[in-house]
């Protein structure tokens, strides 16, 4: 049985990416559509020669079709079943399911789970649905459905939290809600440490999920260490490092509210602890004066990029920061610097970060490179998935 779908004609020689199973199709490739096609609407694609290549999802935009699969096959309740099945198994495989020291994870990450356009993350009993395409915000009903047939009574509540992240060309004024339950803010748990999650009011799905091993990493370096933690958002890596011993922690965010946030979460993990401080300010305000202050800088700034032609600019600000981190340290710091834009690439941050260090004049060594969690995992032809990345440097 096949469905019945518009097929997407490709330019001749466009064929070549889906072949090695990239799973984007962007506008320019496009020769032609054949029938009227909606956004979110499942089509076909086929090459020049009318050979199949893979179905996906429909939108006006750069890249226009996301494929779901490259089988010539129907895409209903069963494929979203077993694609949903491979998700959680792989959690399942990696310790996350009925874990009593971490209830927080990622549970569908897009491209890496064969399910381009959606985010969703697990919150001690509730799923935060994100969509990123107009082709998963429609089946959003189904997929919690399924979500709560497979997980039975660990899925408490679906919510679906897409307002942000459809793109606003596609005239659907979303509004986030519960699609299944109706769960409020919790307490999560991530390696015993407490935080207080409100997917209705929080930043993205209400929690940053993908620093987990880098939040521990900065444990193991606090020890007797002065800390900055700098785009603290819920201050996760301050009490880590308050964990690993830290002598002293500032946290600092331009946002109050992840200000308050971060007070909060430090509180419920260390009452009353006088080694903690959190300031609202803008970063270049802050590190123009820190001069041997900190001895463990941690950076980890939103995506200063999020479009291609923002790139320049983006890494600018990248070795900007990094060079006022640099030139301030104590010798024998350590910074620990991320970038989670996915269109700077790995080599382009480290070249931002390497300039930053040169305009310091310090000798830094590169002592660990980090990346995001095994339950952000990257599809092998899809190396655009591979968004987080992070560097350790120790500054003599
Ligand atoms: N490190 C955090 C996530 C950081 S998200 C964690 O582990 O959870 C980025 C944060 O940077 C947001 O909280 C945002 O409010 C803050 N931010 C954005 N621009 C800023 C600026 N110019 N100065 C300081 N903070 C900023």
Known sequence: MTQNLVTVVLNKGKEQSLKRFHPWVFSGAIKKITAEVNEG????????????????????????VRILTFKDEVINRDFWKSRLQ??????????????????????????????????VDFYNGTAVYQAHSVGMYHQRNELSEILKELLGEQLKAV???????????????????YLLGNSGAT???EYDNAFHVDWVEGQKTGFFVDQRENRRLVKEFSKGRDVLNMFCYS????????????????????????????????????????RHQA?????????????????????????????RNALHQALQAYKRLNAKAFEQIRPGGIVFTFSCSQVVSKEKFREAVFSGAAISGRKVRILHQLTQP??????????????LKGLVLYVD
């Open 374 to 387: 095994a339950d952000h995992p990257v599809n092998i032809y899809h190396p655009e998935g591979e968004y």
């Open 187 to 189: 307490i999560v748990k």
């Open 235 to 274: 201050g996760g890596f301050s009490f880590y490092a308050m964990q690993g011993d830290a002598r002293m922690v500032h946290s600092v965010d331009a946002s109050a509210k992840a200000i308050d946030l971060t007070r909060a979460n430090v509180e419920i993990n260390f009452p009353e602890d006088s």
């Open 159 to 177: 919510y679906d939290k897409s307002d942000k992240t459809l793109p606003y060309k596609a005239d659907i004024e979303p509004v986030n809600g």
């Open 41 to 64: 609407d499942l089509v076909r694609v086929v090459s020049n020669s009318n050979e199949f290549l893979g179905i996906g999802h429909y939108q006006i935009g750069s890249i226009a």
């Open 86 to 119: 491979e998700a959680i198994q792989l959690r399942a495989s990696l310790g996350l399911l009925n874990n009593t020291h971490t209830n927080v994870f990622r549970l569908v990450h897009g491209e890496g789970d064969g399910m381009p356009g959606l985010i």
């Open 279 to 307: 300031y609202v300010a803008d970063a270049f305000d802050f590190m123009r004066d820190i001069k041997d202050k900190y001895d463990l800088i941690i950076l980890d700034p939103p995506a200063f990029a999020k479009h």
